[in-house]
């Protein structure tokens, strides 16, 4: 992807996008050993491409679609806004999709292809009563849609922050310039020396939590939490967005302050991006990775600028995920002395 951008000189690119499918082709990659944006699509997978863009379309779209019945039990008689109904419809050419990647898998894959679903179904050779094909589908649809939007949402919260705050931008250049050079790529083992990197990271994942209200619990037994009775059943959200801008917390809240995280570490117990516990989220690692890995690359090769003199909107899309309002389209410019190494 970044190729096929160095060729052009300065240009609009939608970040959005672009980000989108980046996460989406990392994600498959690792699930399925193939990609479906770009350049690399075999001609025979072009059915199966036009059908997974689809799918995930809708996925993502429904998902979003505020579920009025959850709040509001008897509006589940009245299928509000035909979700259950859409959602059925889907559910059956997800499963059609996954029947044929397994299907796949089956004639091509080896288990040490390193791809999770070969070795899903390496496990269900072993142990066939677990590891059924109902459960291999459940597990990557899961996969699916945990690993693609939560980090493409928050590359484009940072690159927005970054935009706005050009300064940021150039301390992130100079510190990859120094510590990683211009003879290769940032690599995940440079991460670590990347601090500034780093931080900015932590401040875009505190300003803009992807999932601001995590999600939702049931109290399995009658509780007391901080003084008041939450009886059994009840469903009980953690708002982190609020957590995570609470001037008894952080200093500034609403400020863009990456360095208020230099050589701090209780902040891990102050933010809630990626839930804490048992049901916290399990990618927290690899995501960490990704973001430092996708920002870092695509400052060290090119000159970014937002469009026009206006700040770039921050305005945010409430669903049950938090998106910007407005797809991020950036001016970039390929840096002359870097692109080589591509
Ligand atoms: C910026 C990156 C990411 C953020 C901010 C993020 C955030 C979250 C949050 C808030 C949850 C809900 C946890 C809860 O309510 O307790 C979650 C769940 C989950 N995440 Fe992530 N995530 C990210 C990346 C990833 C990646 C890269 C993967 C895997 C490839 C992943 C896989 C999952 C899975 C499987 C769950 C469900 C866990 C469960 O229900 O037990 N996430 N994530």
Redesign the pocket.
């Known amino acids: 992807m970044c190729r096929q951008i160095s060729y052009q000189s300065s240009h609009e690119v939608n970040l959005k996008s672009w980000f989108r499918n980046l996460l989406s082709n990392i994600?498959t990659m690792a699930i399925m050993g193939k990609r479906y944006y770009g350049d690399h699509i075999n001609v025979g997978d072009l059915k199966q491409v036009s059908v997974f863009h689809d799918m995930m379309d809708q996925v993502f779209k429904l998902m979003h679609q505020p579920k009025f019945g959850d709040f509001l039990p008897v509006l589940r008689w009245f299928d509000y806004g035909s979700l259950h109904k859409k959602l059925s419809g889907l559910m059956k050419r997800v499963d059609k999709f996954l029947e044929e990647v397994i299907e796949e898998r089956r004639r091509i894959g080896s288990c040490d292809s390193g791809i999770l679903v070969d070795k899903l179904l390496a496990l269900q050779q072993d142990e066939p009563e677990v590891y059924t094909d109902q459960i291999i589908k459940g597990f990557i649809l899961?996969?699916l849609i945990?690993?693609i939007e939560?980090?493409y949402l928050?590359l484009e919260w940072s690159m927005s922050l970054l935009l706005n705050n050009p300064k940021a931008m150039e301390t992130i250049k100079n510190e990859i310039n120094n510590n990683v050079g211009f003879n290769s790529l940032v690599q995940e083992s440079d991460l670590d020396k990347l601090s500034y990197l780093q931080n900015v990271i932590n401040e875009s994942?505190r300003l803009y939590?992807?999932?601001p209200l995590?999600?939702s619990r049931e109290a399995s037994e009658d509780i007391t939490i901080g003084g008041y009775l939450v009886p059994r059943g009840t469903m009980l959200m953690v708002n982190a967005w609020a957590i995570h801008r609470d001037p008894v917390l952080w200093d500034q809240p609403d400020m863009f302050i990456p360095e208020r995280f230099y050589g701090r570490v209780d902040y891990k117990y102050k933010m809630l991006?990626?839930?804490v516990?048992r049901?916290?989220?399990?990618?927290?690692n690899?995501?960490y990775r990704?973001?430092g890995l996708a920002l870092g690359t695509i400052i060290q090769l090119f000159e970014w600028k937002k469009i026009g003199m206006e700040e770039v909107d921050m305005t945010a899309f409430y669903g049950l995920s938090m998106a910007k309002l407005k797809p991020l389209v950036a001016l970039c410019k390929p840096r002359a002395n870097i692109t080589h190494i591509l």
Do not use: D, E, K
Not at 279 to 284: A, D, I, T, Y
């Open positions: 994600t899961t996969i945990s690993g939560t980090p928050t994942l939590p992807t999932l995590l999600l991006t990626f839930s516990g049901r916290g989220c399990p990618g927290n690899l995501g990704i973001l």
